[in-house]
């Protein structure tokens, strides 16, 4: 079992930027891979970044691209995203996500993940 809480959402204007956090709490020796998504008010939920438990795979929307970093530290058991040059468009629910994967897999659906933070609200404001 993995409990996630994310932390980090707000209100920004366009071209700001925004860190989101992910702490996870697992009594688990096993390796989860960890994602975002994200949800916008009438649309499903869409994939934002996943990465491995080793962090050497990592996954980034299309959309997105270029204006996103993903780490983990799992020491500290948290997962991190920041996000740049937000848009109007880039205004969601961001919830993360985790499963018991191998130490280098990561993947971008989101019916590969058993266990789902409540998320977080961010805004952009053009």
């Known amino acids: 079992q993995v409990y996630l809480t994310e932390s980090g959402g707000g209100l920004v204007q366009a071209g700001e930027s925004l860190s989101l956090s992910c702490a996870a709490s697992a009594r688990t020796r096993d390796y989860y891979g960890m994602a975002w998504f994200r949800q916008a008010p009438g649309k499903g939920r869409e994939f934002v970044a996943a990465?491995?438990?080793?962090?050497?795979?990592?996954f980034y929307a299309d959309s997105m691209k270029g204006r996103l970093t993903i780490d983990r530290d799992n020491l500290q058991r948290t997962m991190n995203l920041q996000m740049n040059d937000l848009k109007p468009e880039d205004t969601a629910v961001y919830y993360c996500?985790?499963?018991?994967?191998?130490?280098?897999?990561?993947?971008?659906?989101?019916?590969?993940?058993?266990?789902w933070g409540r998320g977080t609200q961010v805004t952009v404001s053009s």
């Open positions: 996500a985790a499963a018991f994967f191998p130490a280098d897999y990561a993947a971008r659906g989101e019916y590969e993940y058993d266990y």
């Open positions: 990465i491995s438990w080793s962090g050497v795979t990592t």
